[in-house]
């Protein structure tokens, strides 16, 4: 099965900040990775796919990269709204993964 | 607009059984696979298993697998996970999503607002 890691964790920033979280995954998946975001007691939503696509009505300020076994999400002005948990989900192979998960909350 | 409704949670006693079900609206639902994602109460999300458009194929987490079947009736737009020897592990919101078709690799556009099965005696 595929692992994804990812890091950090937990992550603590202002207003403004550029945000980096990384999702490493345990051998190739191409570029069939997907980040989303959660926010306390929501279902999750779409932010990117095929690493770096931009799903309909996210905001510019996200963006992806990555492939093979090493994908980042940017977030390059930390808005209020964006103070929430994003999970990365590897779609290269059954089992789904999901990573772990990285917490962003305001410094 | 895209909607999946789940229900079926609730309270079950370790070994008991629950189905869960998930009303989709909005799109062709015979047109897309379908996924069950779950979360454990604090934790992260853990993909539980798939099935294709046709019901031809299914696949499962190894932490389900035997216990858990998925299916679906396109003729109602409805998926379904039957659980069955349930564990206190098991204890999760269950959240149904569709998996997209687009770009290579279709990940899950739209989800329900989840479902709670919680497994205690």
């Known amino acids: 099965d595929i692992q994804l890691t990812q890091s950090p964790s937990f992550l603590s920033a202002s207003v403004g900040d550029r945000v980096t979280i990384t999702c490493r995954a345990s051998?190739?998946?191409?570029?069939?990775l997907a980040w989303y975001q959660q926010k306390p007691g929501k279902a999750p939503n779409l932010l990117i796919y095929t690493a770096s696509t931009l799903q309909s009505g996210v905001p510019s300020r996200f963006s992806g990269s990555g492939s093979g076994t090493e994908f980042t999400l940017t977030i390059s002005s930390l808005e209020p709204e964006d103070f929430a948990t994003y999970y990365c989900?590897?779609?290269?192979?059954?089992?789904?993964?999901f990573g772990g998960g990285t917490k962003v909350e305001i410094k | 607009e895209v909607q999946l409704l789940e229900s079926g949670g609730g309270l079950v006693q370790p070994g008991g059984s629950l189905r869960l079900s998930c009303a989709a609206s909005?799109?062709?639902?015979?047109?897309?696979?379908m996924n069950w994602v779950r979360q454990a109460p604090g934790k992260g999300l853990e993909w539980v298993s798939v099935i294709t458009s046709t019901s031809d194929t299914t696949f499962y987490a190894d932490s389900v697998k035997g216990r858990f079947t998925i299916s679906r009736d396109n003729s109602k737009n409805t998926l379904h996970l039957q659980m069955n020897s349930l564990r206190a592990e098991d204890t999760a919101v269950y959240y149904c999503?569709?998996?997209?078709?687009?770009?290579?690799?279709?990940?899950?556009?739209?989800w329900g607002q989840g479902t709670l099965v919680t497994v205690s005696s």
């Open positions: 909005g799109f062709t639902f015979s047109s897309y696979a």
């Open positions: 999503a569709r998996k997209g078709i687009v770009g290579g690799s279709n990940p899950l556009d739209y």
């Open positions: 051998q190739g998946i191409s570029s069939y």
């Open positions: 989900h590897q779609l290269d192979s059954y089992p789904s993964t």
